[in-house]
């Protein structure tokens, strides 16, 4: 059974940096592209950034050149390292798994098919 646990939200000044993490565990196979969306209210989930098995990254318009993505296969981690946040960037971040490789997974929610609990992220100006 595959289970995606988040953690690592909060609040933050614009400008500022936070750290999110997110636990991964029954994801077995080789073949595995994760990643990071966010959703505010009113909104559809949108995706932030992906990271394929062999360490590919991919990251949104947006966040290009603030955020990375990375994972720790060892502890069974993934991170989103989030810098020079803005007041947009405000949302609940939600980790997603697929047993896929990242280059055939359709960059939306529909393509990815494990789910965290979300965790908020609110940017103050």
């Known amino acids: 059974q595959v289970r995606l646990v988040e953690s690592g939200g909060g609040s933050a000044q614009a400008g500022g940096s936070l750290r999110l993490s997110c636990e991964t565990s029954g994801l077995t196979s080789r073949r595995v592209c994760m990643a990071w969306f966010r959703q505010t209210p009113g909104k559809e989930r949108e995706g932030v950034a992906s990271i394929n098995s062999d360490g590919n990254t991919h990251y949104s318009d947006p966040v290009e050149g603030r955020f990375t993505i990375s994972k720790d296969n060892a502890k069974n981690r993934m991170y989103l390292e989030m810098s020079r946040l803005v007041p947009e960037d405000t949302a609940m971040y939600y980790c997603?798994?697929?047993?896929?490789?990242?280059?055939?997974?359709?960059?939306?929610?529909?393509?990815?098919?494990?789910w965290g609990q979300g965790t908020q992220v609110t940017v103050s100006s």
């Open positions: 997603a798994a697929v047993k896929d490789f990242c280059y055939f997974v359709d960059w939306s929610p529909s393509g990815f098919d494990y």
